[in-house]
Each structure stands twice: as C-alpha cells, then as structure tokens.
C-alpha cells in the first residue's frame, strides 16, 4: 500500500537556478506573447526576462521524459497582468516544466497578478507530462490553475478512447483571490459530457499520475482543490487551503474535492475556516484519507441556518456508482458546523474509520453522537474504533488551540491512545509512534516524555508561531521559562540556512519573541529553536 509518496530531490531548484543563468538556450523577452517549440529541441531551456508582461501561450512544446524543457524566469521576477482569457496557458505541449525558482530572492518567481477574463494556467489542447511550480496565481476571474481538454463538437480528440493525460505535477504554488476553484484537476464529467451544440455525449479523458502537493491556496469563490477522473497514481497532500467557497455557490464548495472516476490519497492537508465541507469524496476503489487537519469547515456559511449543512469530511455516491473503500485514518476535525465526518456511500466496503479527533461538531445538540459521525453503512461495511470525541476543544489538550496549533500536549488522552496503523508519520512528517503508542488525530507528540506516567504540567517543549503564514513580522511562543535562546536556524526549502542570532531577537515579553522576516524570499520555511542535544522544529510559511 501507497501511504506516502517519496520524493528525492537533489536540490534541483538551486541546480536549475544556475543553469538557467549560465545556459539560457531561448529567451521570451516581455513583448512575446507565443512560444511556439516547433523548433526548439528536446532538453532546452527556455528562460522568461523579468518585467511586466501581458497573457503566454506555450504551443507545441515538446520534450521528452529523458530530455524535458525547462520555461524558467530569468534575473528577475516575470509579472503577467491581462485582460486575456488565461495568463499562462500549454497547448500541445508534452514534458515541460514550468517554473518560478530562476531568482533566489523571489521564491514565486512568476507571479500572474491578475487575468481579467479567464484563469491563471491552462493545461490545455491535449497537453501531457507537465510540471507547474512555485508560480503565484491571483486575481483571476475563473479558475487558478486547469489540467483538462474538454471533448468539444469540432474536436473528439480528446475522449477518453484517443487520449489519456499523464503526470500532472503542481507543486510550492501560491494562489489566492481566485474567482472559482483554485485548482481544477481533470474532467468532472467522468460519467460523460453532453454536448448540446451536436446533440452528442462523450466521454472526457482520464488522467494517469497527479501530484499536488505544497500549495497554499488562499480565498478561492468555489472549491478549494479539485480534482476528478483521476483514475491512477493521484496524490494531494501537504496544501494549505484556507477561505475557501467565497461565493456560496451551491455544489462548489469544499476545501478539498476528490470527485468522479478518481483514486487519490489525500493526507497531511490543512484545511481552514472554508465554507464548504473540509474534503469530499466521490471516487473510486481504494483511498487513503489520513493526517489532515480540518477545522471550522462551513462554520461561516449561513451560521444561522443549521439545515444549510457542512461536514469536515463528506463521503458521498461514486457517479458511476463503482464500488469504493475508505479509510479515514488519523484525521482531526474542528468544530465543523455541522456534523464531523457524513458518511453516505453505502456501496463500499471494509470502511476504516479509525484514530480520528472530532470534537465541537455544530449539530450535537440536535444529532447527539451522530453528529461526529453520520452514516448509512451497514455493520459489516465498516470498523469505527478509536476515535477520540468532545464537545468542547479544552478537553482535547491541543497546544494552543486559540491560536491555531491543534498539536497535542503530552498529558492530552489523544496521546498513546490510538490502534497501532500503516501511518507511520504525521501532517508534520515526524514519526509515527513516537515512544508507546500512536496518539489519535493528525499530530503524533514528539514530546521525550508524552503520556508516560505520573507526567504532570505543561508540555515544556511547545514552540508556537504565529501568524502563520506571516508577511514581515513572525512571534514565536516558548513555554519553557528555562529554554535559554542563543541564535534561531531558519532552513529554506531550496536548502539555504538563515542564522538569527540573540542580539537580532526582538525580544517582546517573557516566553514571547519576534523575528524581522521581511527580508526573507517568499515560500515555505522551516525554523529550529536548539535545545541542548535535541532542537525544536517548526513549519511556516513567508508570503508577501
């Protein structure tokens, strides 16, 4: 079984970096609105000059999986801002890589600042094998990022029996202020497409290979993260989605969408403070839902009206109807408004539901236990065992929960507590157990000490960052009156190390710091706080 998805890498941004300054072979100067690769060899770089620049269309690109293109930005940051139908848009191509990583001092080297008529990036006209990262996408009318070809009366090429999309990777993206769905992933008409124009129904093409991980998604008007007709090898893990389904449009609206004709697996995902359901779930076979963190999802939608329902997590009927199993493994639900997890797909079978928290579901006074987890499952369709369930959030134990970390204490009853599972990390990536037992919920306390007995007080070692993501200013929260602070490591995902030492720490208030991090290049970080032999470690994220 699949449970993560390793990745190696050799620090390839920094790698593509330097080459694309030393071996640009074409350049894409602000004037020049098509690339067309008829003539451009496989294994080439393609560099974009800095500036300010109007609507791309990358047509005909072709590399291949030993020799890709490479399109990188180039002593600079390259800014899209136009009243076009897309701002970055692949026709016909096929092992491409699109990327912002050519300038160190912009982790979102590529920034489409805003598309007045259509969306940020389309995957379009039966392109296949590309690659989309560290670009900012914002501002558009439609979506943020597409990865389809619809079936059209004047072109059947694209049906399911002609063409299959393959390895569709996005990845450190950055969108925010999208007018529907953030991403939209595949075909939501896996069971067919209607075409009134010819008065003909087809079938769109699936995709074999998604990989969506270590986005941060922002204020989206429909779902947050779409993707359908995954049929093979889908993975969606490590995004941060946050307000998403603004529009309040009815059947757009979660934070995560895994629909029709997908297989995916779907772990180690934040999702918060949406109008829709946290993650729904309408595919196929076997899936993997596991280490997300879900909270208030649909807690702001008509917070008057409880018949207007939101779940954490949702399970709905396949549109094919195609026999499922779920397992919903380790996951912690917050105070969604309406009930924890609804599951309504009695077509499946040896369903997991296992070492999740739900706690403060909108609809316990009304459902009372069923408003942590809702189902039509007959007995032998399902084990539901060792979850951790409360009404109120204190009794969790989580760190910090007013502030956001929903870590757990080491005294919490989650810790040591959860049946023993194939998941052997958390939405951290730290290890899972850790000492006896796995804790219940999506964090695994790495605390030396967690739930050994006669352990009394606070959790010494909690560190707190907040906010989170953060801009120019990052507070950092220490509980251990005897943790004395010499320096602070920042570590970068591109592999560079940032030293903070004692005499740069604004030091705020007992146990409370600030650091300056304006300087920093957007993107995501990781902060080590040392402590003797060992080191506390942090994730946060830098945006502008």
């Known amino acids: 079984m699949k449970w993560k998805l390793v990745i190696l890498l050799i620090n390839s941004f920094i790698f593509n970096t330097i080459y694309c300054q030393n071996n640009c ?53 390259s800014i899209l801002d136009t009243d076009h139908f897309y701002g970055i848009k692949f026709s016909g191509c096929n092992h491409v890589r699109l990327t912002g990583s050519g300038n160190d001092n912009d982790f979102y080297g590529i920034k489409i600042n805003k598309v007045l008529n259509g969306a940020g990036i389309s995957i379009d006209d039966m392109s296949s094998d590309i690659e989309v990262d560290r670009i900012e996408v914002a501002n558009t009318l439609i979506g943020g990022i ?25 990845h450190d993206c950055y969108l925010h202020d999208i007018g529907d769905e953030g991403f939209y992933v595949g075909s939501s008409k896996f069971t067919g497409q ?29 779902d947050g993260l779409q993707v359908s007709s995954a049929v093979k090898d889908c993975f969606i893990y490590n995004n941060t989605i946050r307000f998403d389904s603004q529009k309040e449009t009815t059947y757009q609206m979660s934070g995560i969408l895994i629909g029709g004709g997908s297989t995916c697996d779907c772990y180690n995902n934040t999702i918060i403070d949406g109008k829709g359901d946290g993650i729904d779930v309408f595919g196929s076979f076997s899936m993997n839902i596991y280490n997300n963190l879900v909270v208030r999802a649909g807690k702001s939608f008509q917070p008057n009206d409880p018949a207007q329902s939101k779940h954490g997590i949702f399970i709905g009927n396949t549109p094919d109807q195609s026999v499922a199993t779920i397992r919903l493994i380790h996951n912690t639900i917050v105070s969604p408004k309406t009930t924890g997890i609804r ?9 997991l539901i296992v070492n999740n928290i739900i706690v403060d579901p909108g609809a316990l006074i009304d459902l009372n236990e069923k408003a942590y987890f809702d189902h039509n499952l007959g007995l032998s369709q399902y084990v539901y065992a060792d979850n951790f369930l409360a009404e109120g959030l204190t009794t969790v134990k989580f760190v910090e929960h007013t502030t956001g970390n929903f870590d757990l204490k080491p005294d919490s009853p989650a810790v040591n507590r959860a049946r023993e599972s194939d998941v052997l990390f ?119």
């Open 194 to 222: 209607y075409l009134a124009n010819c008065d003909t129904t087809v079938f769109p093409h699936v995709i074999e290979g998604v990989e969506i991980y270590n986005n941060l998604i922002e204020r989206t008007g429909w």
């Open 426 to 544: 958390d939405i951290n990536d730290a290890p899972r157990p850790h000492n006896q037992l796995p804790d219940i919920g999506a964090y695994e306390c790495q605390d030396t000490y967690a739930s050994v007995s006669g352990l009394e007080g606070e959790n010494t070692d909690e560190l707190l960052l907040v906010p989170n993501p953060a801009t120019d200013k990052l507070k950092i929260l220490i509980r251990d009156k005897d943790l004395k602070i010499d320096h602070i490591i920042i570590h970068s995902s591109l592999g560079n190390t940032f030293i903070i030492n004692k005499n740069q720490i604004i030091q705020m208030d007992q146990g409370v710091m600030e650091l300056n991090i304006e300087m920093l290049p957007q993107g995501p970080y990781l902060i080590e706080v040392p402590k003797g032999q060992q080191s506390i470690l942090r994730k946060f994220i830098k945006i502008k």
């Open 25 to 77: 072979n074409f350049y894409i100067p602000t004037s020049q609105n098509v690339v067309n690769g008829e003539s451009i060899p496989a294994g080439s770089i393609i560099c974009i000059e800095p500036g300010l620049r109007s609507y791309l269309l990358i047509q005909n690109v072709q590399g291949t999986h030993e020799l890709p293109i490479i399109i990188i930005n180039h002593n600079g940051r």
């Open 343 to 351: 599951f309504f797909n009695n077509n499946t079978i040896n369903n």
């Open 146 to 170: 597409y990865a389809k070809t619809d079936p059209s009366c004047t072109n059947f090429q694209s049906t399911r029996d002609k063409f299959t999309m393959y390895n569709i990777k996005i």
